[in-house]
């Protein structure tokens, strides 16, 4: 297969992650609520989706979060509130389910069929042409690095290749917003990899709206631009992945820490030197053989702490073999966003 890494690119997000006048809102959410009898599974839901961005829809079992795609995807009708997408009210659902592609976590591909004869079969039910539904076929199948399979029953298709084939379906019909739901489930690490390249690239190029829903956080945080997290039908944090991380500080989300690596025969020292640092709040030995020390910092002003720390243990001779800035992840913000709100 060709090399998708060269294909596509790395994966990237914009270091400025706050939308352009030019990027359009293609999907809208207001006040979405939905009871199931006397349960409120969703408890008004806000959002917002640009044109050429990635969302991060999380949540833990039972947030929420499959009643929200299903009411966003016109499966399931809200109690109350409105959504649109690319500017069509969620009155429409015909016309919103035009403008939509969705990659469920299960797919039901026909074994028996080809690649390319599962995707004209698609385009053909969007209205295509016989030959048009044939050249956004081949054209789609390109785009997937799937060129040279596209003739092969898709029963001979690994789980990756399946998954490109998804998202070349959910791209028939050339949709504003794309839902994809834990697709790097089941695959390796490589084949993760090649396939966020992949949803990357979708979102710069076709200027696609990407909602990705994932249990990974790290495919979250590597690929998305914006995350929305939800717990218990309601919304505990949104914004770009660096604001959601940034503004979820707190003690059980240490966004300042350094990992010191010393001589053995120095770390007591260092250790002792380190307390009486006014920036340090705390400082806890590891590493296999006890020879790293995490120090937990205040924030400062200036963002001089780690400084500060390095000055204290050379002024008392003390070697540093190396050090590193550790930050906060974005699984370490869910997880106490998500435990807060169950609390």
């Not at 080809?114 to 956004?136: H, I, P, Q, S």
């Not at 007591?268 to 806890?284: G, I, N, T, W, Y």
Request: proline residues 4%; hydrophobic residues 40%.
């Amino acid at each position: 297969m060709t090399d998708q890494a060269s294909r596509f690119g790395t994966v990237k997000r914009s270091v400025d992650s706050r939308p352009s006048p030019g990027e359009s809102l293609v999907l809208v959410a207001e006040d979405l609520r939905m009871s199931y009898g006397p349960r409120l599974a969703l408890r008004g839901l806000s959002f917002s989706l640009r044109a050429g961005r990635i969302l991060g829809f999380l949540g833990p079992n039972g947030a929420g979060k499959t009643t929200a795609i299903r009411i966003l995807t016109t499966i399931l009708e809200p109690s109350t509130g409105t959504f649109t997408v690319d500017g069509i009210k969620s009155t429409d659902p015909q016309g919103i389910r035009r403008r939509i592609g969705v990659l469920p976590e299960s797919l039901g591909f026909h074994r028996n069929m080809t690649g390319e004869e599962c995707l004209v079969y698609f385009g053909r039910l969007f209205g295509r042409t016989a030959k048009n539904a044939r050249d956004v076929a081949h054209s789609l199948l390109n785009d997937m690095g799937l060129e040279s399979r596209g003739r092969s029953l898709v029963g001979s298709y690994s789980r990756g290749m399946r998954q490109r084939l998804g998202i070349a379906r959910a791209l028939v019909n050339e949709p504003a917003v794309l839902f994809l739901d834990e697709p790097t489930l089941g695959l390796d690490p490589r084949g993760q990899q090649e396939l966020l390249e992949l949803i990357g690239r979708i979102a710069r190029e076709r200027k696609v709206g990407i909602v990705l829903c994932s249990h990974v956080l790290s495919d979250i945080e590597v690929v998305c631009d914006d995350v929305l997290i939800m717990n218990l039908g309601e919304v505990v944090a949104r914004g770009t992945v660096a604001e959601v991380i940034g503004h979820s500080r707190g003690d059980d989300v240490q966004q300042n820490v350094m990992k010191i690596h010393l001589p053995q025969a120095a770390v007591m020292r260092a250790q002792h030197v380190l307390e009486s640092v006014p920036v340090v709040r705390k400082v806890s030995s590891g590493g296999v053989d006890g020879t790293w020390l995490r120090v937990e910092l205040v924030q400062t002003a200036d963002g001089a702490s780690n400084n500060v720390v390095l000055a204290a243990l050379t002024s008392a001779d003390i070697p540093i073999l190396s050090f590193e800035a550790e930050r906060a992840r974005l699984q370490e913000v869910f997880l106490h966003l998500t435990g807060a709100a169950r609390a």
